[in-house]
């Protein structure tokens, strides 16, 4: 049997990283256009609420590494469910400068409404796969993020510097 295109990719649609992100950019855009078309919030919006449903009264930056967003994101997502009163900061006592996030009422409920819609896209992808490849699936996925973690902590790579983009590198080096 020859070897998996995972296992010596010759192109980037053979690439792990190149073939998740694009069943995420499919599968995704199902929950992007109910996010968006029926309860007005963006995917990150609803990243942040689906987090906060979790375990509420989370600093900002908590919740940031929650989600797995930067701060900025968080910073605007945050300010935009509050405007949308679907999510409330309560200051802490003792340092009024740090607030706890929580869901409103409305933010609860949007969340009670739209979730199980998620669970059934969710459903419906891994009706694909056989009872028993779900499970190898669910075990490779903990592996594989192991892994990433890992590699991401041993890696020597430079910061990325999104406001140096690639038009000012390629200034710089002329």
Same mark, same amino acid.
């Given at each position: ?52 449903a ?7 930056s ?14 605007? +997502?945050?300010t935009?469910?509050?405007?949308? =009163? @679907?999510?409330?900061?309560?200051? %802490?006592? $003792?340092? #009024?400068?740090? &607030? ?10 949007l ?36 892994? +990433? ?6 890696? =020597? @790579?430079?910061?990325?510097?999104? %406001?140096? $983009?690639? #038009?000012?590198? &390629?200034?710089?080096?002329?």
């Open positions: 049997m020859p070897p998996s295109r995972l296992a010596q990719p010759s192109t980037l649609d053979d690439v792990l990283l190149y073939r998740l992100s694009r069943l995420l950019g499919t599968a995704g855009s199902m929950v992007i256009r109910l996010c968006e078309g029926s309860y007005g919030i963006t995917r990150r919006e609803w990243r942040v609420i689906a987090v906060l979790q375990g509420e009264d989370l600093l900002s908590q919740l940031a590494e929650r989600a797995q967003l930067d701060r900025a994101r968080t910073s605007k +997502a945050i935009s469910l509050v405007a949308k =009163q @679907l999510v409330r900061r309560e200051p %802490r006592p $003792g340092d #009024r400068r740090q &607030a706890a996030l929580a869901l409103t009422d409305a933010g609860r409920a969340y009670a409404q739209l979730f199980p819609q998620v669970l059934r896209i969710n459903h419906d992808l891994l009706a694909a796969l056989p009872g028993r490849e779900v499970e190898s699936l669910d075990q490779a996925l903990d592996l594989l993020q192991r892994q +990433a973690q890992t590699l991401v902590a041993q890696a =020597q @790579l430079p910061k990325a510097d999104r %406001r140096r $983009g690639g #038009r000012a590198r &390629a200034r710089a080096g002329e």
